[in-house]
């Protein structure tokens, strides 16, 4: 089967690129032909089309200042692209793009089967033509997955038209990308590791006061941030007010293959959010049998349970995460334990048991298995 994985986003945007790498290679080690199709980035210089692993990369549109021609360079291109697919699985990460109506189209004229993954509820257009081309978009699509029950609920509430057709479809990682489960090198300081681009959404600033009230007790141990900076430097400047900024250390964005070493040598992981529609950083923690502490907020609560495999406190909660992360930081026998039950339980979520489920629906049948049910497949073994 020749499969498009598209999405109206530069490949360069963190959730875009762990999602349709991790998929991609799931889906071709399932046999399939795969393309991946994005937006051509800013600067215009970077090749159209190139070789991958998994399979092709393809970037549509151009480098014209013009956003209209762009969408209308990608309209043509995705149509010459779409001549004999079976199957396009169209990704949709946090807004609306103009380039939504255009990969619309194409797909209308071609008719190919397509299916679309929304990994974030707020995605929503505003205005009542793009509401409308919204709804032709939901109407054309053969299905419509979220990768958790707190994501079936927010898109229900603002598309309760096909509430009845929304499937949830965890996201995953890839066991073949991650080096190995434990074991990281030893870093000269122990280390707390969050990995998120650094916004209010994330809970970045929570992190900071917690972290505060955790240098007031502890010495010997530091706290590193891993992501975008979408705030201006603010958070940098956070820490400096704060009197902390020699105790913590802003990553900025890693490369996947460089991910994976903070992952696995880092003390305890910490996942702050005030809002979570999933969390691909969270699971691939879990994978390198981390002990982690995380807020209680979106669909976090469904990945980790709380005592088992990770400690949950409230969100925005700034005392409630200072505890968390002391407690795990001088427990070294409960760090084991959690760590432990999280490797364990991120077996349950591999990308190509996500690529199954949509495979099925590319198929019309409609599997939408849960973990509990992987994990009763992997027991059985």
């Known amino acids: 089967m020749r499969i498009v994985l598209l999405a109206p986003f530069e490949y360069n945007h963190p959730s875009v690129r762990s999602v349709l790498t991790g998929l991609a290679g799931a889906y071709r080690r399932h046999g399939h032909e795969v393309t991946v199709a994005v937006q051509l980035g800013a600067s215009g210089d970077k090749p159209m089309r190139e070789g991958a692993s998994w ?33 396009v699985h169209m990704h ?37 033509w793009k509401t409308l081309l919204w709804r032709r978009f ?41 080096p190995q489960a434990e074991g ?27 972290w505060a009230g955790v240098c007031a007790e502890m010495d010997e141990v530091d706290l590193r941030l891993c992501g975008v900076d979408c705030s201006n430097g603010h958070y940098d400047g956070l820490a400096k007010r704060l009197g902390i900024a020699s105790r913590v250390r802003f990553l900025g964005e890693l490369q996947r293959p460089e991910i994976w070493e903070p992952l696995r040598s880092c003390t305890v992981y910490v996942q702050p959010s005030r ?37 949950l406190v409230e969100p925005a909660d700034v005392e409630g995460l200072r505890e968390g992360l002391l407690r795990l930081l001088r427990d070294a026998e409960l760090r ?15 990308w190509d048991r996500a690529a199954q489920s949509y495979l099925d629906l590319l198929a019309g049948r409609v599997p939408v298995l849960k973990p509990s049910v992987f994990a009763d497949a992997d027991s059985g073994r």
């Open 138 to 178: 939901l109407a054309g699509c053969r299905w419509v997955t979220v990768p958790s029950d707190f994501s079936i609920d927010g898109f229900s509430r603002v598309a309760p038209s096909i509430a009845g057709r929304i499937h949830k479809v965890p996201c995953g990682f890839d066991p073949q990308e991650r």
């Open 55 to 87: 399979g092709e990369l393809r970037r549509l549109g151009g480098s014209s200042s013009h956003a209209s021609v762009n969408i209308a360079r990608a309209f043509f291109q995705l149509l010459r692209l779409l001549r004999g697919v079976d199957g």
């Open 336 to 350: 084991r334990r959690l760590g432990r039950g999280a490797l364990e339980a991120s077996a349950h979520y591999h």
């Open 275 to 311: 809002a979570e529609s999933f969390g691909i950083a969270l699971l691939e923690a879990m994978a390198c049998g981390r002990a982690i502490v995380a807020a209680r907020a979106g669909a976090i609560p469904e990945i980790i349970e709380d005592g088992k495999t990770g400690l």
């Open 184 to 210: 990281g090198a030893e870093p000269a300081r122990p280390f707390v590791l969050c990995v998120a681009s650094l916004m209010m959404r994330k809970g970045i600033d929570v992190l900071l006061m917690a």
């Open 92 to 128: 949709f990460v946090c807004r609306w793009s103009g380039w939504v109506p255009a990969y619309w189209l194409a797909c209308a004229l071609r008719r190919v089967r397509r299916g679309a993954t929304f990994h974030d509820p707020a995605f929503m257009p505003l205005g009542f």
